[in-house]
């Protein structure tokens, strides 16, 4: 195997190989986010625990040593979400060399491309469609993901933390379809035995 | 006459406590493997709620339009897995019930074949290591009787669970718990203290 069929099949194992990768960046994810709303919910209720108690003098040091673990927390998701960033650019890139494949096999065979499917019945354009697909799918969850890092450790009320994190494990913008995707592509690439 | 009529019925009774036995194993960590299934099924409900609380549109969340419908769907989803496990787990409940009433039925059949050559005296005898057979048919069919109720219970619970019915869902593993009858279950174990020598004196 030579060329541009060289080309797919090593990029369809990239995918398989980032997206097992972001689900466990997911995996950590979501449990460094839980931890920012125990403390931060935590933290509330203290704060009004002391409002009510008029004796500001005493925790104060438990306070900050609260806000130190919660600036903690709220760095390590942050290096989380940057590891996110590079999967998600390392996409971008394999999209980006797709449309140069394409771009290639537009030069060799003309606009309507080869008489014979490169694997087995996929032509280029199906391939630049699942590309475009999960990258779309990936950069938008990563957006949503970027916002609730932003949010998370300011949010007081409960059920919008309890939305951050649902957001955050069920991911809403990677539907069960880009799985679908993902073994229709390694399937026709030959890494999956038809 | 009498006689081969106790040895059939009690050697059928031996089996029936030893089967009994090994059901409720089964029974108890079938129904150890639900809790933590009843648990998410609670949380997600609650999740579910506290998407319903909030006004997405008025929260940092508002530059994602189609997320509140994307975010419940992938809820629903997850409840339905949650709630097909559970069914998987209602089945084994089911064959354990359905393995218990057999037996029971079984064995009392048989006694009610013998009636004529078992005379009260039979029936009611007992020694110090052997309890009577009329003794030991009631529990068996209290010990069925249990499970078979229990069964309902739980299935009836399992059925109005809809992933649409949030307040059903979250109210679950409360009701789920208190289905629980400890004193059923420590009879059927204290009855099965009472027979162990009678079972192992084959």
Known sequence: ?194 | MSKSAVASVHQALRKNFESLESNQKLWRSTLADCSPLMESLGNLAEQTKALSNTQISSTPLRDFPDLEDRLRFKLSLAIDTVLGKLNEKMSSLQSVRDAISNQVSGVVQLYEQNTDTLDVVAVTERSATTPSIADMLEWLQDAERHYRQQFLRRKALLQTLRPDNVSLLESAPKRWTSLESPSAEDSITDALWKVSFFVESE
């Open chain 1, 1 to 194: 195997m030579e060329g541009s069929a060289r080309k797919i099949k090593d990029n369809a194992a990239d995918w398989h190989n980032l997206l097992l990768r972001w689900e466990r960046l997911n995996e950590n994810g979501f449990n460094v986010a839980a931890n920012i709303v125990n403390l931060r919910l935590s933290q509330s209720d203290q704060r009004q625990l002391l409002e009510e108690s008029f004796s500001p003098s005493s925790p104060l040091s438990a306070r900050t040593g609260a806000a130190a673990e919660l600036q903690n927390e709220c760095c390590k998701l942050q290096e989380i979400i940057d590891k996110m960033v590079t999967v998600v650019t390392k996409m971008q890139n394999l999209v980006t060399s797709q449309q140069g494949i394409q771009d290639l096999e537009d030069f060799q065979f003309g606009p309507k491309g080869r008489t014979f499917p490169l694997f087995h019945t996929w032509n280029m354009k199906q391939f630049e469609l699942s590309f475009v697909t999960l990258w779309k799918s990936f950069s938008q969850e990563l957006k949503l993901k970027q916002t609730i890092l932003q949010e998370l450790a300011h949010t007081g009320t409960s059920d919008l933390c309890m939305v951050y994190l649902s957001c955050w494990l069920y991911q809403p913008f990677i539907p069960h379809q880009v799985r679908l995707t993902l073994e229709a592509l390694l399937l026709e690439t030959g890494h999956r035995p038809l």
